[in-house]
């Protein structure tokens, strides 16, 4: 069955770095998009970034651009999004999910067809 396990999250001061990792299982990496996800408390499912299937492809939201970066070791089966520069406004439940997600819209669950269980950034002094 596909399984999506994210890694790497923690508590970080604000302008301080981490790298979130998701590994993949149960289907063709490879051949699909991946989109990391995130929910701050009290709020909607967002988009981050999306990935696509050779690395190729890369889209950000406004908020993360240049802060940010997506990258994908398909050998691996593993998804990564470093973050530098992180603000409290960064604090959330992060995750991956399978396929491409490019909108500003408040996610719903059904818009992705598997997500891991996420992995907690919280970003506070």
């Known amino acids: 069955q596909v399984q999506l396990v994210e890694s790497g999250g923690g508590l970080v001061q604000p302008g301080g770095s981490l790298r979130l990792s998701c590994t993949a299982s149960?289907?063709?990496?490879?051949?699909?998009?991946m989109t990391w996800v995130r929910q701050a408390p009290g709020k909607g499912l967002e988009w981050v970034s999306s990935?696509?299937?050779?690395?190729?492809?890369?889209m950000y939201r406004d908020s993360v651009k240049g802060r940010f970066t997506v990258s994908r070791d398909n050998a691996k089966s593993t998804v990564y999004l470093q973050m530098n520069s992180l603000q409290p406004e960064d604090t959330a439940v992060y995750y991956c999910?399978?396929?491409?997600?490019?909108?500003?819209?408040?996610?719903?669950?059904?818009?992705?067809?598997?997500r891991g269980k996420g992995t907690l950034v919280t970003v506070s002094s």
């Open positions: 999910a399978r396929g491409w997600i490019s909108t500003m819209r408040i996610l719903l669950a059904s818009d992705m067809d598997y």
């Open positions: 149960g289907f063709t990496f490879s051949t699909y998009a």
């Open positions: 990935i696509n299937s050779d690395g190729g492809t890369i």
